[in-house]
């Protein structure tokens, strides 16, 4: 059990740091917050020391996966520390909710968020939005020849000219998008025929972008905030991005947050989630992210197309919680 050391390690640093506080603090009511984090540490570690300061609370968290987190978060259950889960996706956030591990949220939180956004049962909401996106390299593609669909990629004029990064968990998010869209066989039937279309490997979305840039691929099936970093460095790099038209080729998902059921000041973890909502916060991940805000009247990241104009399928995001269902299928198309 890898999980074990770890938090043995987070126990010991919360008995330090409530000693800490008794220590220190003239207020020995000062709450700690314990978060169990699929967000990466450099992402948002800054937003979370000004968080402790403008709320008064210590923030304690155990970063990770996002799927190691929520099967941890399942297996300790009722038992856990955890007072709140943040998200890479909503796959992770609709298994907790199915499970029943969650609480709901107060309807002033969640009344805050686009609803396409939030959980129709209430059990989670979206911090930020993620868009999968097509990006392309400018001197080699016209933009007359560029896909409307994702299934135009599994022509003979892309054959061995598609990037894809099989293992990433937004790609199989992403294929969890399109099984739920347009079913098991057809979804089987794309990945087939991609792979018979010669569609390059790669590890990650970063080197998918960098190939593209080096001109040895020419379409990418990526996240929207990946190629802001290469044009920040270089404005002359030659990728753009395009979106398909309302397939899970434009799909938004969210990173976001849900209280779980052994938390036992909700009303705490309430006043953190309204702070990361609120329109500075918002702003915190459009700028350092590149990732869409949630709330209305917050400027999107800076050269991206804008929310409104992306043609974003009907997807319902708390489906999207199958992911052993993906990996299955992914294998049997020979794609892992
Ligand atoms: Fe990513």
């Known amino acids: 059990m890898k999980t074990l050391p770890l938090m043995k390690a987070s126990a010991g640093t919360l008995a330090f740091m409530l000693s800490w506080g008794i220590g220190l603090s003239v207020n020995a009511q ?11 540490e450099k992402l948002i570690a800054p937003l979370l020391e000004k968080a402790k300061k403008d709320l008064g609370m210590n923030i304690q968290v155990r970063y990770g996966d996002t799927a ?16 709140l889960f943040f998200a890479q996706d909503a796959g992770a956030l609709g298994t907790l909710e199915k499970q029943k591990l969650t609480l709901p949220i107060s309807s002033n939180l969640l009344n805050q968020v686009d609803s396409r956004f939030r959980s129709p049962q209430g059990h989670w909401l979206g911090i930020s939005g993620r868009a999968r996106v097509l990006n392309y390299n400018t001197n080699l593609v016209k933009k007359a020849e560029l896909p409307t669909s994702i299934w135009d990629l599994t022509k003979p004029n892309w054959r061995g000219k598609v990037a894809w990064a099989p293992t990433n968990g937004s790609f199989q998010s992403f294929v969890t998008a399109m099984r739920v869209l347009e079913g098991e066989p057809k979804t089987l039937q794309w990945l087939k025929a991609m792979k018979a ?11 998918i972008v960098e190939a593209l840039g080096r001109g040895e691929t020419q379409i990418g099936l990526v996240n929207n905030y990946y190629l802001a970093n290469f044009l920040k460095d270089n404005p002359k790099f030659p990728v753009a991005p395009h979106y398909t038209n309302q397939d899970a080729g434009s799909m938004i998902n969210i990173a976001g947050v849900a209280i779980m059921n052994s938390t036992k000041q909700k009303a705490a973890v309430e006043k953190f989630i309204g702070y990361l909502l609120n329109p500075s916060s918002q702003a915190y991940f459009a700028k350092e992210t590149n990732e869409y805000p949630v709330v209305s009247g917050v400027a999107g990241p800076a050269n ?23 990996l299955e299928l992914l294998q049997r198309a020979g794609v892992l």
């Open 68 to 83: 190691e987190l929520a099967i941890a978060l399942v297996e300790e259950g009722k038992n856990s520390r955890a007072d």
């Open 30 to 40: 000062t709450q700690t917050l314990t978060i169990y984090s699929g967000r990466g």
């Open 304 to 326: 991206q197309l804008p929310l409104s104009q992306i043609k974003t399928p009907n997807v319902n995001l708390t489906n999207l919680n199958d992911l052993p269902g993906t």
């Open 197 to 207: 279309n010669q569609v390059q490997d790669y590890r990650n979305n970063t080197s």
